[in-house]
């Protein structure tokens, strides 16, 4: 595929920011073994693109440990392969950015010194199992400017901010866009992926940037329906975004459904930063029910409808039930956990007895001793 990828890691950290205080969204831990970029980046790699661009802007330190030179997903390339773009220098007078377009502008460098012919991009909390081959060519067969990926959602699964909606005709031309609509029944959720030519892309942000435009949806695309061929491509697959703790802990625990699993991880290979770790040790007396359990973990308690990352201990005497215990976190004996979501390296002591429930789990920040 003759596509560049271009990802954006920060857009939505304010969605989540219990999760986004020390990392950006793209690499918020995922499924027990996952991170959020995951999916950006395999729907790319499986699709035949080999050059990808992560734009950044703070905290994302994490990010780059976990995607590192690209070697997992077959990036670590002579010619292309995977570039961190740092979030300085996207104006004249190097400040940060604050919109999808002046990060745009930022990396508009990178877009003209790259050859490819298309431009895919993406957010990195879009979850998804995706051709974007088969994009490419609705793209091409309708003679676009510009596809835009979208699903049909019912208005109440859709929570958050920043919501755009699409009004799509019968041909699949997008005619209007409403962003934050109150309203009720069916729409078409925009997944914020995008096909679109790369030189198109380029005469889009610097004829934006210099009439002083600031958002790329709003004052470039839903102004200019008429004299841009911009088209909706429908994603019937299983999609999902994060919007907010509780959301990102809804997606999580409906993991555990083997067919929504299924849905999300059959139809392609999602790649992740490999790990040697060693397989997780199961005690005598532990007990497992529908649970997602990563490697390097030590059970000897009881685990109900959770999700355990990597290097997770649960000492004897243990229930966990309901819960994400995510990468290295520590239970003492005895311990009662229900509804609960723990960061990384969290420490939990004898004892203790901590519930929330399912309409507001409860939150343990990174490194937390409790």
Same mark, same amino acid.
């Given at each position: 595929m003759n596509a560049l990828g271009i990802i954006f890691s920060n857009i939505h950290d304010s969605n989540i920011p219990e999760l986004t205080a020390e990392r950006t969204m793209a690499s918020i831990p995922f499924c027990g073994r =996952?991170?959020?970029? !995951?999916?950006?980046?395999?729907?790319?790699?499986?699709?035949?693109?080999?050059?990808?661009?992560? *734009?950044?802007?703070?905290? $994302?330190?994490?990010?780059? !440990?976990?995607?590192? %030179?690209?070697?997992?997903?077959?990036?670590?390339?002579?010619?292309?392969?995977?570039?961190?773009?740092?979030?300085?220098?996207?104006?004249?007078?190097?400040?940060? $950015?604050?919109?999808?377009?002046?990060?745009l502008k930022g990396v508009s460098g990178f877009l003209k010194k790259s050859t490819q012919e298309y431009v895919i991009m993406s957010d990195s909390d879009a979850i998804s199992s995706m051709d974007l081959e088969e994009i490419l060519k609705y793209h091409n067969d309708n003679g676009a400017d510009i596809t835009m990926i979208y699903t049909v959602k019912n208005m109440k699964e859709i929570s958050g901010k920043d919501n755009i909606i699409l009004d799509v005709d019968g041909y699949g031309r997008v005619k209007g866009f409403e962003f934050n609509p109150v309203t009720s029944g069916n729409v078409n959720l925009y997944s914020n992926i995008m096909l679109i030519k790369r030189t198109f892309l380029l005469s889009l942000i610097s004829e934006s940037v210099a009439h002083g435009k600031r958002s790329f949806s709003r004052d470039v695309l839903a102004h200019n329906t008429e004299s841009i061929r911009i088209f909706a491509y429908q994603y019937k697959g299983f999609m999902t975004t994060m919007s907010s703790l509780k959301n990102y802990y809804?997606?999580?625990? #409906?993991?555990?459904?083997?067919?929504?699993?299924?849905?999300?991880?059959? #139809? %392609?290979?999602? =790649?992740?930063?490999?790990?040697? #770790?060693?397989?997780?040790? $199961?005690?005598?007396?532990?007990?497992?029910?529908? %649970?997602?359990?990563? !490697?390097?973990? *030590?059970?000897?308690?009881?685990? $109900?409808?959770? *999700?355990?990352?990597?290097?997770?201990?649960? %000492?004897?005497?243990?229930?966990?039930?309901?819960?994400?215990?995510?990468?290295? #976190? *520590?239970?003492?004996?005895?311990?009662?956990?229900?509804a609960i979501i723990t960061d990384k390296d969290v420490v939990i002591r004898d004892g203790r007895q901590l519930s929330g429930c399912d309409n507001h789990p409860f939150f343990i920040s990174k490194g937390s001793v409790i």
């Amino acid at each position: 595929m003759n596509a560049l990828g271009i990802i954006f890691s920060n857009i939505h950290d304010s969605n989540i920011p219990e999760l986004t205080a020390e990392r950006t969204m793209a690499s918020i831990p995922f499924c027990g073994r =996952y991170r959020l970029i !995951d999916f950006a980046l395999s729907n790319m790699i499986n699709s035949g693109i080999t050059k990808v661009g992560v *734009i950044t802007k703070s905290n $994302y330190q994490s990010l780059m !440990d976990h995607v590192g %030179s690209g070697k997992d997903w077959d990036l670590a390339r002579k010619n292309g392969g995977l570039m961190i773009l740092p979030p300085f220098g996207v104006q004249e007078n190097s400040m940060m $950015y604050n919109t999808r377009l002046e990060a745009l502008k930022g990396v508009s460098g990178f877009l003209k010194k790259s050859t490819q012919e298309y431009v895919i991009m993406s957010d990195s909390d879009a979850i998804s199992s995706m051709d974007l081959e088969e994009i490419l060519k609705y793209h091409n067969d309708n003679g676009a400017d510009i596809t835009m990926i979208y699903t049909v959602k019912n208005m109440k699964e859709i929570s958050g901010k920043d919501n755009i909606i699409l009004d799509v005709d019968g041909y699949g031309r997008v005619k209007g866009f409403e962003f934050n609509p109150v309203t009720s029944g069916n729409v078409n959720l925009y997944s914020n992926i995008m096909l679109i030519k790369r030189t198109f892309l380029l005469s889009l942000i610097s004829e934006s940037v210099a009439h002083g435009k600031r958002s790329f949806s709003r004052d470039v695309l839903a102004h200019n329906t008429e004299s841009i061929r911009i088209f909706a491509y429908q994603y019937k697959g299983f999609m999902t975004t994060m919007s907010s703790l509780k959301n990102y802990y809804d997606v999580s625990m #409906s993991m555990l459904n083997a067919d929504i699993r299924q849905k999300l991880f059959k #139809s %392609s290979e999602v =790649y992740t930063k490999t790990k040697d #770790s060693t397989p997780t040790k $199961y005690g005598a007396n532990c007990v497992i029910k529908n %649970s997602l359990i990563a !490697d390097g973990c *030590i059970i000897e308690g009881e685990v $109900y409808n959770s *999700i355990i990352f990597r290097g997770v201990k649960i %000492s004897r005497g243990t229930v966990v039930k309901n819960s994400i215990l995510m990468q290295d #976190s *520590i239970t003492g004996e005895n311990v009662s956990l229900n509804a609960i979501i723990t960061d990384k390296d969290v420490v939990i002591r004898d004892g203790r007895q901590l519930s929330g429930c399912d309409n507001h789990p409860f939150f343990i920040s990174k490194g937390s001793v409790i």
